[in-house]
């Protein structure tokens, strides 16, 4: 099982209209992602959301990646996720920004796409969510031919590229970046599977009653015989809550402490795509907090979250990978956190809890990606006439025949 963090922009509160404090909390999830490739931590992932307040202020993780990419030499940076929807990131677009994230990561970056939180957040570009699958289903295999054709043309429902054009750059090295679909309704998980690509999923329940979704998700995958790209990215990515300090009692605190829960009644209140769970609280409702020990013990043993010191927390990982976890990724940072403490999570789970569990140098999608196979000819229609060029500059890195 592999490890990594979620950033999203988390900013409750007052904050969220503060322009210093907008920066302030920006700035410590870039340096969480620095800090976590010093770790042993293989993934940091960004959001993309739009017009969320409080819930995410992460709009456009294609800026954040390449600042951190400078900064680390090991960490795979993944979207997580960017909207294939047209009218949020037109699809050619997105074929170029995310080959350049390719070429500037050197191959670090993993390619999560999706169609978005919900209503609120489609309606900042005047769609709804009920148009933006068929959207996805049309755009995801077409940046694919983007990467491969140097005559890409297509005529669509929702966008088009009414004549020839080769899109610029092609992906870096061997195949392309390994191709995610964010998961919240049951369904998904099987069509990412049998579709070859891997699943984002976000855990807003007992950890066991994922089991069903993983176990399609793995069926569908097994009986995959034409993958939506290159290849089979055979992965899980499940997020989850993570309170791992030194000070197990000082976690259990943490874990109880007022506002816990309040980032869940924002994502019943922005989610509409994912089916919202018995009881939810929706913002402004007041937060379901951890009352007790015992509601945190249960808590804990159900799954819901990781808290203690790095001993107790290694005692109970093991549940994530009994139902078919790959990759273990925590969202920071969470309520009572203070950002020393994040930092000190970062080094404590990163140097104790990590090595326990991965001892893989390379990553998952690193293999699977050497795998690649093309799936379009570099051009689908004849060449024409006429193109024989005598004379290029002398400082062209490959000659005329090269």
């Not at 995310?98 to 489609?122: I, K, P, Q, S």
């Not at 959207?135 to 054709?149: D, K, L, S, T, Y």
């Not at 009692?249 to 869940?264: D, P, Q, W």
């Not at 010191?309 to 093991?318: K, M, R, S, T, Y």
């Amino acid at each position: 099982m592999e490890f990594g963090l979620f950033m999203n922009g988390y900013l409750p509160g007052p904050a969220a209209h503060n322009g210093a404090a907008e920066h302030t909390m920006l700035m410590r999830e870039i340096e969480y992602a620095i800090l976590a490739d010093s770790y042993n931590w293989k993934y940091a992932w960004f959001g993309e959301h739009h017009a969320l307040t409080e819930y995410s202020h992460m709009s456009a993780p294609e800026v954040v990646i390449p600042y951190v990419a400078a900064k680390t030499e090991r960490i795979h940076l993944g979207s997580a996720i960017i909207n294939l929807s047209p009218p949020v990131n037109q699809p050619t677009r997105n074929a170029e920004r995310v080959a350049m994230l390719d070429h500037v990561t050197g191959g670090r970056f993993e390619f999560g796409t999706g169609r978005g939180a919900g209503e609120h957040e489609m309606q900042t570009f005047d769609l709804h969510t009920s148009e933006t699958k068929e959207m996805w289903n049309e755009v995801a295999p077409e940046i694919v031919r983007m990467w491969e054709q140097r005559d890409y043309e297509f005529e669509g429902q929702f966008f088009r590229v009414p004549s020839p054009h080769n899109i610029l750059p092609k992906p870096y090295g061997v195949g392309h970046p390994p191709i995610w679909v964010g998961c919240g309704n049951p369904g998904t998980f099987t069509t990412a599977g049998q579709q070859g690509i891997g699943a984002i999923a976000f855990n807003f329940e007992p950890i066991y009653n994922l089991r069903g979704r993983m176990e399609a998700y793995k069926e569908g995958i097994a009986n995959c015989t034409e993958p939506l790209g290159q290849f089979v990215n055979d992965n899980i990515m499940m997020t989850n809550a993570v309170v791992c300090v030194a000070d197990g009692n000082r976690a259990r605190e943490i874990a109880m402490s007022a506002g816990r829960g309040y980032l869940n009644t924002m994502v019943n209140l922005y989610h509409s795509t994912m089916p919202p769970q018995p009881g939810a609280v929706k913002w402004p409702g007041r937060p379901r907090a951890i009352r007790n020990e015992e509601e945190l013990d249960f808590a804990i043993e159900a799954g819901y979250l990781l808290c203690g010191n790095p001993d107790q927390v290694l005692e109970q990982i093991a549940k994530y990978q009994e139902v078919g976890t790959d990759q273990l990724v925590f969202g920071i940072p969470n309520e009572g956190f203070e950002h020393d403490e994040v930092i000190e999570m970062i080094e404590l789970f990163g140097s104790k809890v990590i090595p326990e569990f991965d001892k893989d140098p390379e990553h998952r999608t690193a293999k699977m990606r050497a795998t690649a196979k093309r799936k379009h000819p570099d051009f689908a229609n004849p060449m024409p006439e006429g193109l024989e060029v005598e004379v290029i500059p002398t400082n062209a890195l490959i000659p005329l025949g090269g």
